[in-house]
T-cell receptor, first 114, second 114 residues
Framework: SQTIHQWPATLVQPVGSPLSLECTVEGTSNPNLYWYRQAAGRGLQLLFY??????ISSEVPQNLSASRPQDRQFILSSKKLLLSDSGFYLCAWSVRTSAVNEQFFGPGTRLTVL | AQSVTQLDSQVPVFEEAPVELRCNYSSSVSVYLFWYVQYPNQGLQLLLK??????LVKGINGFEAEFNKSQTSFHLRKPSVHISDTAEYFC????????????FGTGTRLTIIP
């Protein structure tokens, strides 16, 4: 069966510090991968998605970036965090070859920027 | 482009009472429809999905939803709620073609009152 991992589970970082969140998927090949953010009291915002290694689509302009160095690894990064980067970050995957874009979510990372 | 509207940001319901969470969508083409549930500090879990066929879809935890094409709605219902149903519920749509992304509603927080 497929599983998705995210780490760390929680993170507290000072403003201006760098960020690296990692997401890995097991039990599937060539997935589509997604990064979402939930700010407090708000819905899901799609940040990035990837349909293959090195292929990243950005949904919103921001100081975050994403990379996909391996087929089942998706990394969210920032060089300098802002207070507004605080939130709950969710990684998700879907079957690329499926006609139905059902997405499967990881457990999330709670990021607090102070 | 498609969009999803969840008009109710919060819904309080007494335990063992019925509940309906509303979802309306807008799209110029046919869509797939999903309901996800998010328990506190966790990722999203699929409750149910409508792909085709019967307009009444049954999901996990006793939930069901009915697709109404003429009203472009996909409301979620449960005849008798339990304390454990306290969570955030998200409606989402995906196009039948060009299926790389899901479009999510802003979510409805369901609170069960003992």
């Amino acid at each position: 069966s497929q599983t998705i991992h995210q780490w760390p589970a929680t993170l507290v970082q000072p403003v201006g510090s760098p960020l690296s969140l990692e997401c890995t998927v097991e039990g599937t090949s060539n997935p589509n991968l997604y990064w979402y953010r939930q700010a407090a009291g708000r819905g899901l915002q799609l940040l990035f998605y990837s349909v293959g290694i090195g292929q990243i689509s950005s949904e919103v302009p921001q100081n975050l970036s994403a990379s996909r160095p391996q087929d089942r690894q998706f990394i969210l990064s920032s060089k300098k965090l802002l207070l507004s980067d605080s939130g709950f970050y969710l990684c998700a995957w879907s079957v690329r070859t499926s006609a139905v874009n059902e997405q499967f979510f990881g457990p999330g990372t709670r990021l607090t920027v102070l | 482009a498609q969009s999803v509207t969840q008009l109710d940001s919060q819904v309080p319901v007494f335990e063992e009472a019925p509940v309906e969470l509303r979802c309306n969508y807008s799209s110029s083409v046919s869509v797939y429809l999903f309901w996800y549930v998010q328990y506190p500090n966790q990722g999203l879990q699929l409750l149910l999905k409508y792909l085709s066929g019967s307009t009444l879809v049954k999901g996990i935890n006793g939930f069901e939803a009915e697709f109404n094409k003429s009203q472009t709605s996909f409301h979620l219902r449960k005849p008798s709620v339990h304390i454990s149903d306290t969570a955030e519920y998200f409606c989402a749509v995906s196009l039948l073609f060009g299926n790389e992304k899901l479009t999510f509603g802003t979510g409805t927080r369901l609170t069960i009152i003992p």
